[in-house]
């Protein structure tokens, strides 16, 4: 079924109402940009998962439940935000259109990459940038020689179905500052992790934050 954009937004600050903030007028309109985007380049650039409005959406509440979360838990603009595989922009792109923090895309695929630096430029947050290369451990592997990126140097990191969750949150306490926060995204009965300090949940999905040493 084909929302008119009136549905699309009263659905989307709706749903940031559940989890917890208000989303504002400009986060709504990059919001839409985004989810136009992704219904008319998602093949070209092999972007993978949902095309449709329905499925998207659903991948844009779970970025808005991080978004929470960080309302939550308490950030702050111009804190720098690191999003491991971002794919197509989950949560990164999310987090780009809803906070005024600094988020590092890191994606190592070509079309995917060029995809979110698209994106990035299309929503006006050109102080975001979109790195090639993998994380792995606490080193990075760049594929486009120059870019680095630097491990402990973030007050937040996510990584969405790149990593086993345990795994994401060890991994991620190497990249973020001495109390910064690693956002996990787990099935909604999942226990408390060791240091977590919020969680935002919705009916498949819990997102946790965790506090780095
Ligand atoms: C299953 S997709 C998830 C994409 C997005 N986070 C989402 O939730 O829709 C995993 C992404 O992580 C990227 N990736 C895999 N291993 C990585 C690594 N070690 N460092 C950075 N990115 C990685 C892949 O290229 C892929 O785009």
């Given at each position: 079924?084909?929302?008119?954009?009136?549905?699309?937004?009263?659905?989307?600050?709706?749903?940031?109402?559940?989890?917890?903030?208000?989303?504002?007028?400009?986060?709504?309109?990059?919001?839409?940009?985004?989810?136009?985007?992704?219904?008319?380049?998602?093949?070209?650039?092999?972007?993978?998962?949902?095309?449709?409005?329905?499925?998207?959406?659903?991948?844009?509440?779970?970025?808005?439940?991080?978004?929470?979360?960080?309302?939550?838990?308490?950030?702050?603009?111009?804190?720098?935000?690191l999003d491991v595989g971002s794919g197509?922009?989950?949560?990164?792109?999310?987090?780009?259109?809803?906070?005024?923090?600094?988020?590092t895309l890191v994606e190592p695929r070509e079309?995917r990459a060029?995809?979110?630096?698209?994106?990035?430029?299309?929503?006006?947050?050109?102080?975001?940038?979109v790195l090639r290369g993998h994380i792995e451990g606490a080193s990075w592997r760049p594929i486009t020689a120059?870019e680095t990126v630097?491990a402990?140097?973030?007050?937040?990191?996510?990584a969405?179905?790149v990593f086993?969750?345990?795994?994401w949150?060890?991994l991620?306490?190497r990249w973020?500052?001495?109390?910064?926060?690693?956002?996990?995204?787990?099935?909604?009965?999942?226990?408390?992790?060791?240091?977590?300090?919020?969680?935002?949940?919705?009916?498949?999905?819990?997102?946790?934050?965790?506090?780095?040493?």
């Open positions: 079924m084909q929302r008119s954009n009136v549905d699309v937004g009263h659905h989307l600050t709706a749903a940031a109402t559940r989890f917890g903030f208000e989303l504002e007028a400009p986060a709504v309109d990059r919001l839409r940009l985004l989810l136009g985007l992704w219904q008319r380049f998602g093949r070209a650039f092999n972007l993978s998962g949902a095309s449709d409005e329905a499925g998207l959406l659903g991948h844009v509440l779970e970025g808005l439940q991080v978004v929470g979360l960080a309302h939550k838990v308490g950030y702050q603009s111009a804190q720098r935000w197509a922009g989950f949560p990164g792109l999310v987090i780009a259109a809803c906070l005024e923090v600094q988020v079309r060029s995809f979110l630096d698209l994106a990035v430029n299309q929503i006006g947050r050109r102080d975001c940038r120059g630097v402990g140097s973030f007050d937040w990191a996510s969405r179905a086993a969750p345990e795994v949150v060890e991620g306490k973020v500052k001495p109390g910064g926060v690693v956002v996990a995204h787990v099935k909604a009965e999942t226990g408390a992790f060791h240091g977590e300090v919020g969680r935002v949940d919705d009916e498949r999905w819990s997102i946790r934050g965790v506090r780095g040493g």
